[in-house]
């Protein structure tokens, strides 16, 4: 941070009933970020709703053409369509955005996404807002599964891999509150012997894998996977090779599980492996401690890895099995963007 009198900032979350908007609240409270204001905004149906923000009690507000008023960071954590309809307007207002749902890295006015641990946040030159202040930058801050992915990708790039795969297994969280709520009442049903609710996913989640949901789910399993490639994909542009990615539907509430599959060819030891993704975020297991899992990763905003194991038929293959809190994760990632963002002066 520069020196001198701290700074205090207005900021605003739009999707702060969410899941995720709850997580990135308590990221911000918890990483001390300097918020004068933090400004919860939803859909009106939600608004009026109770909370506290910074340890006081506040109202949820409805989102509205004046929302981004004197504000300097807008996080949109919602609905990709209520980013897609405000986050231009939050820019020409004069804050920065940094969205988690994906609508600005779909954008060709848009820079692509941003992953601190990674690399640096670039800051392109503001331009005038619409109301006569500085239109700041947009950033697109990517989901938990593409930041797994293109921290594997970066950090095992200066191996050489002859081949790398991720397995991805997403928990129901990352379809938010309903998600969870469909996956809890699955649950109950089954144990009772009822028929079960499938709203969200199309099919039975509860007590099962899933390599597609069924066929009235949207988006499908299909397009959430295409979506993670493209991004990822971009993302390693010139950076590091691009992996082959798949996804697996695991009737979990919380935590993102994935298996990564590493191929050289020549020799290379476990440790070595485990030094080229020292310091991306990354925590691996010291000898003796147990793999990582959902329930062990809740709370935690690193990726965390188990040791590597040999394949046991395929010379030079490897085998890293990791979990990570998916939201606490992304929310993390955010903050950091916004952290950089008032550390190089940007704001």
């Known amino acids: 941070m520069p020196s001198g009198p701290v700074r205090f900032y207005r900021v605003a979350i739009v999707g702060a009933s969410s899941l995720l908007g709850k997580e990135l609240k308590q990221v911000l409270e918890d990483r001390r970020f300097p918020a004068g204001e933090i400004v919860l905004l939803d859909e009106s149906v939600m608004a009026g709703t109770l909370t506290e923000a910074g340890g006081e009690a506040t109202f949820i507000r409805a989102l509205e053409e004046d929302s981004f008023e004197a504000a300097e960071f ?129 099919a039975q989640v509860a007590f099962n894998l899933l390599a597609r949901y069924g066929e009235r789910s949207k988006p499908s399993l299909e397009e959430v996977r295409g979506a993670i490639a493209r991004e990822v994909a971009r993302y390693l542009s010139g950076r590091a090779p691009v992996p082959a990615i798949q996804l697996v539907q695991a009737p979990v509430f919380y935590g993102y599980a994935f298996a990564a599959y590493l191929e050289t060819e020549s020799s290379v030891g476990a440790e070595t492996v485990e030094a080229a993704l020292a310091g991306l975020g990354v925590k691996i297991a010291a000898p003796g401690e147990p793999p990582p899992t959902n329930v062990s990763v809740a709370g935690g905003s690193d990726i965390q890895l188990m040791r590597m194991e040999p394949d046991l038929n395929v010379r030079n293959g490897m085998w890293i099995w990791g979990a990570v809190d998916n939201l606490r994760l992304a929310a993390n990632n955010a903050v950091r963007i916004a952290e950089e963002l008032i550390a190089s002066s940007a704001l």
């Open 74 to 202: 807008v996080f949109f954590v919602g609905t990709a369509s209520d980013a897609e309809r405000n986050w231009v307007i939050a820019q020409k207002s004069g804050a920065a955005v940094i969205d988690l749902t994906g609508a600005v890295a779909a954008s060709d006015t848009a820079g692509g996404s941003v992953i601190p641990s990674l690399s640096p946040v670039s800051r392109p030159e503001p331009g005038a807002g619409g109301n006569g202040s500085m239109a700041r930058a947009a950033y697109s801050s990517p989901s938990s599964a593409v930041i797994i992915t293109c921290s594997l990708a970066v950090g095992l790039s200066a191996l050489e891999p002859h081949r790398l795969a991720v397995l991805l297994f997403p928990a129901v969280s990352e379809r938010g509150q309903a998600g969870v709520e469909e996956l809890e009442s699955q649950t109950a049903s089954l144990l009772s012997f009822r028929e079960i609710a499938q709203p969200v996913f199309d």
